[in-house]
């Protein structure tokens, strides 16, 4: 009963956690670019991930498990952190946080699909109406209402926010079907996709398309690229590296490392998991209070379908999707979340 009450507390202090996510995205990336809000976040969360791993006494598993399966790890740190919140951080650059946060909510959907696609799981009848609903929530969301219309904010940050979800729901199947400690494979994706992010701060403005990378503007000068190179970290005020600092912690982190303790110590993980479904509206309460962001009730419906959808499709599962961990005795809806 204690371990319940632990385990329902440290889930809630996750869910609450990442349901400040989408206004840290969002100030954040008025500081930095997408790919530099990667590259430090991901610093910190390895930071922080290295230091749990050793005070918990499992640093000796890292080096043998990376020299067992290099290739396996190197993948799941491109997918996450690397592709995954690259794009994603796009989609938020281009999109209003309101907007970007419920559509990365389909990614349970999303792994149905991938699931059915990769590794022969039938796709139920519920998994259809979960997909119709959910989809359809993204519609409204998208247009704002203005369905008929088929007019976005922005076709393309939709588009990134969607594939956001097909990547995250790769690397769901691609972890979870592998046997090893989750927190240490986190620690090895983060520790093999960090400098590539680094890298990449570099490459890609020198490969000319700091544009994409900048959506407010491009601070790379082609006439004195290094120097504009540096002048753009150096330009970044105490609040930026606050908030990317915050992402990398609370995001990346802390907040998973809080929700898979809940996971093992609830007898009942239905109880705990439920809770994900209050994320997004506290989400988009604090983007209203915080940062001032309109909260349409075209993005409220849209979310309201797409969580519909959710619910639909793991009420009572009796058979788990792939790429999840099955259900402990007692439990019928999500065995793990990340929301965003």
Not at 37 to 45: D, E, I, K, P
């Amino acid at each position: 009963m204690q371990n319940d009450r632990h385990g329902f507390f440290f889930a809630l202090a996750a869910v609450l956690l990442w349901s400040t996510v989408a206004t840290a995205f969002k100030i954040t990336l008025s500081y930095l670019t997408p790919v530099q809000m990667v590259a430090v976040a991901s610093s910190v969360s390895f930071v922080f991930l290295f230091a749990w791993v050793a005070v918990s006494g499992e640093l000796k598993e890292v080096w043998p498990a990376l020299k067992t399966h290099p290739r396996y790890y190197l993948l799941l740190g491109l997918l996450n952190p690397l592709l995954y919140y690259l794009i994603l951080f796009q989609a938020y650059a281009l999109l209003p946080a309101s907007q970007a946060q419920p559509l990365n909510y389909t990614w349970a959907i999303a792994l149905t699909f991938m699931a059915a696609l990769f590794l022969g799981q039938k796709i139920r009848k519920r998994d259809w109406i979960a997909c119709f609903l959910g989809y359809c929530g993204v519609l409204v969301i998208a247009t704002q209402g203005n369905v008929l219309a088929f007019e976005f904010v922005s076709g393309l940050g939709v588009a990134l926010a969607l594939i956001s979800t097909f990547l995250w729901a790769g690397y769901w199947i691609l972890n979870t079907r592998h046997p090893g400690r989750p927190v240490i494979t986190l620690l090895l994706c983060f520790a093999l996709a960090t400098p590539i992010a680094w890298l990449a701060t570099f490459m890609l403005p020198w490969l000319g398309v700091g544009d994409l990378l900048a959506p407010a503007e491009s601070v790379v000068s082609t006439l004195n690229f290094w120097q504009a190179y540096w002048q753009s970290w150096q330009q970044i005020p105490w609040q930026g590296w606050l908030a990317v600092s915050y992402v990398g912690l609370f995001e990346m982190g802390l907040t998973f490392v809080l929700w898979l303790k809940a996971m093992k110590m609830s007898s009942n993980t239905a109880k705990i998991s439920n809770l994900i479904f209050i994320s997004p509206f506290i989400s988009l309460l604090l983007l209203a209070l915080i940062i001032g962001e309109h909260v349409g009730i075209a993005t409220v419906g849209g979310l309201l379908l797409i969580i519909g959808g959710l619910i639909v499709q793991q009420w009572q599962r009796r058979t788990p999707v792939a790429g999840e961990p099955r259900p402990r005795k007692g439990s019928g809806v999500f065995q793990s979340r990340k929301p965003d």
